[in-house]
């Protein structure tokens, strides 16, 4: 299809445990970005990526989240050491540039046990 | 530091009811409004933001500056509109970025 594509959609691993989450933009965005929504809330922001780089992180909740896009495409979110407040559903969008109207995937749902 | 509130977590109205869904924010500067929703088994997808002023699905909202509110309505509610619904902002000057949402209130229309 021609959406953002998010795999896996469900993720479970055990606490400890290292992850990656892989978001397929729509072809030609430039802009890309990560949200994660926990039970019962509304997707928080993460990090932005503007081309390769990451434009803003401020989102990231602590060190052991870590995000990269290396051929301005495909992005992945990394978490080390998974604890169980990191299960929650993560979302990918993506826009043609900055300013310009975002498109999200389906997301990956993440439970760590 | 901005925030959105959506203080109803669930709304069940009747089809060809009028329906209102609320949102207030604290934004200390120009916000940009947005309605997103999310149907069962689909992804989030956006409704209507306020620079458009347009009507989406006979849903429409207002941005009140003094009241800060930015409340969705729909005067007559179909079964199809039962869904997700949340209230985001935009902190960036007009561009749909960095995005703060609602928690959300959940729609069922009953026929």
């Known amino acids: 299809g021609a959406g953002v594509s998010q795999t896996p959609s469900n993720k479970v691993t055990e606490k400890g445990k290292y992850v990656e989450l892989r978001c397929d933009p729509i072809s030609g965005h430039t802009a890309l970005y990560w949200y994660r929504q926990s039970l019962g809330q509304g997707p928080e922001f993460l990090i932005y990526?503007?081309?390769?780089?990451?434009?803003?992180d401020s989102g990231l909740p602590n060190d052991r989240f870590f995000a990269v896009r290396p051929e301005g495409s495909v992005s992945t979110l990394k978490i080390q050491r998974t604890e169980r407040g990191d299960s929650a559903v993560y979302l990918c969008?993506?826009?043609?540039?900055?300013?310009?109207?975002?498109?999200f995937g389906q997301g990956t749902r993440l439970t760590v046990v | 530091a901005q925030r959105v509130t959506q203080p109803e977590k669930l709304l069940s109205v009747f089809k060809g009811a009028p329906v209102e869904l609320k949102c207030n924010y604290s934004y200390s500067g120009s916000p940009e409004l947005f309605w997103y929703v999310q149907y069962s088994r689909q992804r989030l997808q956006l409704l209507l933001r306020h620079i458009s002023r347009e009507s989406i699905k006979g849903f429409t909202a207002d941005l009140n500056k003094g009241e800060t509110s930015f409340h969705l309505k729909k005067p007559f509610a179909q079964e199809e509109d039962s869904a997700m619904y949340y209230c985001a902002l935009s902190d960036s000057g007009g561009s749909n970025y960095k995005l703060t949402f609602g928690k959300g209130t959940l729609l069922t229309v009953n026929p």
């Open positions: 990526f503007q081309g390769t780089g990451a434009a803003d």
């Open positions: 969008a993506s826009s043609l540039t900055f300013g310009q109207l975002a498109f």
